[in-house]
Every structure is written in structure tokens, then in C-alpha cells.
């Protein structure tokens, strides 16, 4: 739905603009409309009154097999796929480099037939401030891009083992003054314990 919202916007398709000189204005046709507009028996030449569907006398302007091939995807896609709200990993990582808004995931599962289960994950624009032509992206392609851009950054190996080795002699040096700390600790605290034993025999 929201991708058919998209393709109209950028057609023109949209919402009413409050300013009515602006004709570039008006914002994404919203889902449920989106919906609505596709399961309009109104288009195919019937309407409904009372909850029931009559023929119309006006000039249909799809065809009734195009309508129900509609009505099948509509259904099929509502029962096969569920979204879910999960954590996904990406979110508070990045923004929509079109308008600058967050980015969404949705989680979709697939029952197939045979039984097999399919989970995808689906990145996306909020789209919050309307204007927006980016579409969905799958993890898969989102995480490979990712990957490509922070090669670019990735530590040269030489350093990587010069770092590994001072970590290692930091780690050892703090072991060994740790060692050392504690022995000088004993040491004060058996001197402390032998003048408390000859203080104790002096007095009594």
C-alpha cells in the first residue's frame, strides 16, 4: 500500500494542499485509502447501498477480472505476511538521507505450503514529513552496503597487532603491579599485627 502511495505521489497523485497556489503541495495518500480505493466495487461498474452490491449504470473503468486478480493479491498478502515489532538492529542508526527522517524496520513472515517458514526484514523511511521517494530496502542489501562503506575504516592489519601487543604488555604490567600491591599490603599488615602482640604482652 505504501508503495503504491509512493509511485502516486510522485505522479502527482496526493492529498489536498491547504495552500491552493501551491500546486506542488499535498502530502502521501494514506494506506487505508489506498486500500479502500482497491476493494471499490464502484470502479468495476457496481456499487454497495445497505451492505449490499448493485449494478451500476455508470461506465466502468476496470474490468471485473482485473478487479478480483486485485482482490486476491489484497487478501493474499494480508494473510501470508505479519508484520511484527521487534528490535531491529539499524534503526537508531540512521536517517533517511532524502528528507532526514528516522528509519523503520518491519519484520514479515511467511507461511509457505510446504511448510516452510521465511522471515524477512524490511528497512524503510517514516516518511513524517511527507516528501519522501525512498522505498523498502532488505536487510541483506542494507547490512552489504554497510559493510562496503566501513571496509573503508577497517584497521591495517600491522596496527592491529602492534595495538594487540601493547594491550597484552599493559595487561601484564597491571597484573604485576596488582602483585605487588598486594604483597606490600601483607607485609604492612603482618608488621601491624606483630607491634598490636608485643604492644598486648607489654601490658599484660
Not at 7 to 23: H, N, V
Not at 78 to 89: C, I, L, N, T
Not at 173 to 188: P, Q, Y
Request: a positive charge.
Amino acid at each position: 500500500m505504501e508503495d503504491i502511495s509512493a509511485f502516486l505521489y510522485e505522479r502527482g497523485i496526493r492529498t489536498k494542499c491547504i495552500k491552493r497556489w501551491d500546486s506542488s503541495g499535498g502530502n502521501p495518500i494514506k494506506k487505508d485509502t489506498i486500500k479502500e480505493i482497491l476493494t471499490n466495487t464502484f470502479y468495476y461498474g457496481d456499487y454497495r447501498y445497505g451492505g449490499e452490491i448493485y449494478s451500476g449504470v455508470h461506465t466502468p473503468i476496470v474490468e471485473k477480472r482485473l478487479f478480483d486478480k486485485v482482490q486476491e493479491v489484497v487478501k493474499l498478502r494480508g494473510r501470508v505476511q505479519k508484520a511484527k515489532k521487534e528490535p531491529a538492529a539499524l534503526c537508531r542508526l540512521m536517517r533517511c538521507g532524502e528528507c532526514g527522517c528516522s528509519i523503520t524496520a518491519e519484520i514479515i513472515t511467511k507461511h509457505q505450503q510446504n511448510g516452510n517458514i521465511h522471515r524477512y526484514v524490511y528497512y524503510r523511511c517514516t516518511k513524517k514529513k511527507g516528501r519522501c521517494s525512498q522505498s523498502y530496502v532488505r536487510e541483506e542489501i542494507l547490512t552489504a552496503q554497510l559493510n562496503d562503506m566501513l571496509s573503508q575504516y577497517v584497521l591495517p592489519q600491522e596496527w592491529a597487532k602492534e595495538m594487540l601487543s601493547m594491550a597484552n604488555k599493559d595487561e601484564t604490567d597491571a597484573k604485576r603491579i596488582a602483585t605487588a600491591s598486594v604483597h606490600e599490603l601483607r607485609t604492612k599488615t603482618a608488621d601491624i599485627d606483630t607491634r598490636i602482640a608485643r604492644l598486648t604482652d607489654l601490658y599484660n
